[in-house]
């Protein structure tokens, strides 16, 4: 089946580690995102990719990076610079351009930091 | 400036009453998309519909319809003759012709009591 696949579905870290969110999608889309959901304010985009080998700054790229080696891969990586970690993140992905068409979503990532 | 508000954090529903989650948006272009998705306990977004800035139709699936008004910037979404799994949180999003990126509400969560 198509869709995307998020993993693990949760993780734990400890503080001053970095870890990274696995993003997987085979659905062909160029387009890829990552969001941050933390309650009470809705989703905060954090990185997204329109093509392989390129990928931008969303709203709150601080303490964060990514990689887009792969056309179906996204990974996250939440680094020690990121003082508050402690989140549910989002993967999504759209076809190419094409915002007229609804983004899909992962299952998502708990982060918790221990 | 916040491009999506949901004004409601948390609605509660006696079972079998209608329901009504607003959305106001923002945007300077005449071309833009609007887009509802429900997140249940599980954590994915599910994608309810979709919306272009040309077609002011009203919509009707089953129990849901969505009311679309562009002189009030308005996309609400309202539930008929709730049940109980229809609790869940819910998004509006928006995204423009122009831009490349989804745009997110913080969320509506509803809770229909049986």
């Known amino acids: 089946d198509g869709g995307i696949t998020q993993s693990p579905k949760y993780l734990f870290r400890k503080e001053g580690q970095n870890v990274t969110l696995s993003c997987e999608q085979n659905?062909?889309?160029?387009?890829m995102y990552w969001y941050r959901q933390d309650p009470g304010q809705g989703l905060r985009l954090i990185y997204y990719s329109q093509i392989v080998n390129d990928f931008q700054k969303g709203d709150i790229a601080e303490g964060y990076s990514v990689s887009r080696e792969k056309k179906e891969s996204f990974p996250l990586t939440v680094t020690s610079a990121q003082k508050n970690p402690t989140a549910f993140y989002l993967c999504?992905?759209?076809?190419?351009?094409?915002?007229?068409?609804?983004?899909?979503f992962g299952q998502g990532t708990r982060l918790t930091v221990v | 400036a916040q491009k999506v508000t949901q004004a409601q954090t948390e609605i509660s529903v006696v079972e079998k009453e209608d329901v009504t989650l607003d959305c106001v948006y923002e945007?300077?272009?005449?071309?833009?998309?609007l887009f509802w998705y429900k997140q249940p306990p599980s954590g994915e977004l599910v994608f309810l519909i979709r919306?272009?800035?040309?077609?002011?139709q009203n919509e009707i699936s089953g129990r849901y319809s969505w009311n679309f008004q562009k002189s009030t910037s308005s996309f609400n979404f309202t539930i008929t003759a709730s049940q109980v799994v229809d609790s869940a949180v819910y998004f509006c999003a928006l995204s423009e012709a122009t831009g490349n990126q989804f745009y997110f509400g913080t969320g509506t969560s509803l809770t229909v009591i049986p």
């Open positions: 945007t300077r272009d005449t071309t833009y998309y």
């Open positions: 919306r272009n800035s040309f077609d002011e």
């Open positions: 999504a992905s759209s076809p190419p351009g094409r915002l007229n068409t609804e983004a899909f």
């Open positions: 659905l062909n889309h160029d387009a």
